[in-house]
């Protein structure tokens, strides 16, 4: 499995950007995708996340405290695209951003265990200024 995002870039708080994580390759019936952001020295924090059930084909999602309500993650299953909506943007916001694959999801929730992202796309870098 391979993932190439896009979409990062420059904006003004309370702006607007629309990240992609397109998934190629052979993915699992029960997956989960997960969007990382990264500070410098730090480590990659899941914001946000989604799983899909082909059996069900249904989807849950998480967020993290810090984007809920202003973030918004979607799945494209004709285009194998998992999209990360940021609205309202803020400075702190500002950060390396990766989607991520775990291939074994349990359907029911989205893993916060950075360890179970076995597939990683390159990060895309957002900047939000004052």
């Known amino acids: 499995v391979q993932l190439q995002a896009s979409g990062g870039g420059l904006v003004q708080a309370g702006g607007s950007l629309t990240l992609a994580c397109e998934a190629s390759?052979?993915?699992?019936?029960?997956?989960?995708v997960g969007w990382f952001r990264q500070a410098p020295g730090k480590e990659p924090e899941l914001i946000a996340g989604l799983t899909w059930s082909a059996a069900w084909s249904s989807t849950n999602t998480y967020y993290a405290d810090s984007v809920k309500g202003r973030f918004a993650i979607s799945r494209d299953g004709d285009k194998n695209t998992v999209y990360l909506q940021m609205n309202s943007l803020k400075p702190e916001d500002t950060d390396v951003y990766y989607c991520a694959l775990d291939p074994a999801s349990n359907p029911r929730y989205v893993s916060t265990a950075r360890t179970r992202y076995r597939y990683w796309g390159q990060g895309s870098q957002v900047t939000v200024s004052s």
């Open positions: 390759g052979r993915t699992s019936s029960n997956y989960a």
